[in-house]
């Protein structure tokens, strides 16, 4: 074995190599490891295991499978700790700490000695973070997610994170549910441990890495808790070893084609808006600038074929029934890039050969019988977005996609939060809501707060949908006509910052457009006056380093200096 590999690379520095594998030999030895065990090449295997991170629950179960897998195949497998984030575990928001731990992710890989790597990951920012540093770090790298909770039951109807968390709440906030059955229903939401059982960031973070070829084909669905996952797991560990032999960095596998491939997959299956910045933040990793506009035209030509929550009715388990992501690319082969390669080593068209189609046509429908015919994510521009906003439009109101109504404005979340279930709030049912500050730095973080309630009184009197507009995100579980990272965002001067209670604003998604009906000049005479927006906490530390460096939603919040200094171009490809 040459001596750059294995436990012999990326020695310590202190000065004399002989000394230096002499010295990590030996107190790794203190683990009882042998000379044999040693020689061989090492995959490190990412344990994002954590007493506050249910998601993650099954990571002890699949580093056992992953390292099955390794040395059944003639390497050596190492474990090593790094951040876990779950999304209900994290102040101020799981967004803030996403390139903490992509930093994490990238530096210990290169300061630890292995010759590839095992990520396993499932919570929302959890896998955009560990394919942003693995890309980062350039040695081969391959995804493995922990898979989705199994649904729960509530009497007699199924039930599931996050979706029905996000519905019985509102059915609880508009008195349809009391307090009884609230609390009941907590305790039925969450089946097992696993990440949340729809189509939200995590679901759709598993099938972009799946898509783009940085997963094993099939891999995206298996439930946590199934033999189906033990197996990829091992699978997964497999194939590292022959990554390591075969030296295929992300960089080489995942390309302009399997971004757009990645962006195809989130439009086919309803999936999460976060989708477009985690996927912004991974290419710009790899040299790519994000082209929204191409986006935009993939979504208007790829229809929704995948049923579940929240755009539909299903669950992830479902999904995994139906033949899981394989069946819906085999669906919409005509419209991917099939020379794109997997980390298998083979083309994607070469692994679709070897797939099946649907088993279940009423969750994986056909193309003649979609969910919807055009994608689930818009991109609009107008003077309220110059760089751009989202619609999902598969979860909004059909009556509200075309909109113009007067503007209630809630400055940031504390302002929302102490007004928004006030009797006294002049606010009605064709209003629209607007939500300052919660952008990338406005927060900090970009939180889900876009998911706007419906002010109290209206939910009480049966509203269940409002246009809502935001510089923050939405998570993947959530629905309703809400546009979302409008950028560039208030809290950095962007127009959102001018609008006043009063005024109108018009949503068309045909046109693609979200215009504040006020004359440019009154804009800028108003941005003008606005008290530059201060961050909290921001002058020391990670909070820091965070409002100064971080981007906008189109370029994935990354910090600048993170960004891949290789330009290769834009992604995704416009077809
Ligand atoms: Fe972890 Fe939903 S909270 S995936």
Redesign the pocket.
């Known amino acids: 074995m040459p001596e750059t590999t294995g436990l012999r690379s990326g020695l310590t520095d202190y000065g004399d190599v002989g000394f230096s594998e002499f010295l990590r030999k030996a107190f790794i030895k203190g683990a009882g490891y042998t000379d044999e065990a040693l020689d061989r090449p090492v995959v490190g295997i990412i344990n994002t295991s954590s007493g506050f991170n249910p998601?993650h629950g099954n990571v002890d179960q699949l580093i056992d499978a992953v390292s099955r897998g390794v040395m059944l195949n003639g390497a050596l497998p190492i474990a090593f700790p790094t951040i876990s984030i779950?999304?209900?575990f994290s102040q101020p928001t799981s967004m803030f700490l996403r390139n903490l731990m992509s930093m994490d992710t990238e530096e210990m890989i290169r300061a630890q000695p292995m010759d590839a790597v095992v990520l396993i990951g499932?919570?929302?920012k959890t896998v955009p973070a560990q394919l942003m540093g693995a890309a980062s770090a350039g040695i081969p790298a391959i995804q493995l997610v922990t898979g989705p909770m199994l649904s729960g039951g509530h009497r007699g109807a199924v039930v599931g994170?996050?979706t029905d968390c996000r519905s019985f709440w509102g059915k609880y906030r508009a008195e349809e549910i009391d307090k009884e059955e609230i609390e009941e229903v907590n305790s039925r939401l969450v089946g097992s441990v696993g990440?949340?059982t729809v189509m939200?960031t995590?679901s759709t973070m598993a099938c972009v890495a799946e898509a783009m070829g940085a997963a094993l084909p099939g891999s995206a669905t298996a439930p946590a808790v199934t033999a189906d996952r033990m197996r990829i797991a091992e699978q997964t560990g497999k194939r590292a070893v022959e990554l390591a032999s075969e030296g295929l960095t992300l960089d080489k596998v995942v390309t302009a084609e399997g971004i757009t491939n990645a962006f195809r997959v989130v439009h086919a299956i309803g999936g999460s808006t976060n989708a477009v910045v985690h996927l912004a933040a991974i290419a710009g990793r790899l040299g790519y600038s994000l082209d929204l506009e191409a986006i935009d035209d993939i979504g208007r030509e790829t229809p929704v074929l995948v049923d579940l929550k929240p755009s539909g009715q299903g669950y992830m388990e479902d999904f995994h029934r139906a033949g899981g992501l394989p069946a819906v690319m085999r669906q919409i082969r005509h419209l991917l890039k099939t020379d794109a390669l997997t980390v298998t080593g083979r083309s994607l068209g070469e692994e679709l050969d070897d797939a099946h189609d649907s088993y279940d046509e009423q969750i994986v429908r056909s193309l003649d019988n979609p969910v919807s015919t055009t994608g689930g994510i818009a991109v609009l521009r107008g003077n309220l977005a110059p760089a751009g906003a989202l619609l999902k439009a598969s979860a909004a109101s059909g009556e509200l996609i075309e909109h113009t109504g007067r503007v209630v404005v809630f400055e940031n979340s504390k302002d929302m939060a102490e007004r928004i279930d006030s009797d006294d709030l002049d606010v009605n049912a064709d209003d629209i809501i607007v939500l300052k500050n919660i952008g990338p730095v406005g927060a900090p973080g970009m939180p889900e707060a876009g998911y706007i309630p419906i002010p109290l009184k209206l939910a009480r009197a049966g509203v269940k949908d409002m246009v809502r507009i935001s510089d923050g995100r939405m998570s993947g579980t959530a629905f309703g006509t809400i546009v979302l990272h409008v950028s560039p965002e208030s809290a950095v001067g962007g127009p959102l910052g001018a609008v006043r209670t009063g005024d109108n604003i018009r949503l068309s998604l045909s046109e693609r457009s979200i215009e504040l009906l006020v004359s440019d000049e009154e804009i800028s005479a108003r941005l003008s006056d606005n008290v530059p927006h201060m961050v909290p906490g921001a002058e020391r530390g990670y909070r820091k380093l965070y409002v100064d460096e971080v981007t906008q939603a189109e370029e994935g919040l990354d910090f600048r200096f993170l960004q891949g200094l290789d330009k290769r171009g834009a992604a995704p490809l416009s077809s």
């Open positions: 998601c779950h999304e209900s499932g919570c929302d994170a996050c990440t949340c939200g995590a």
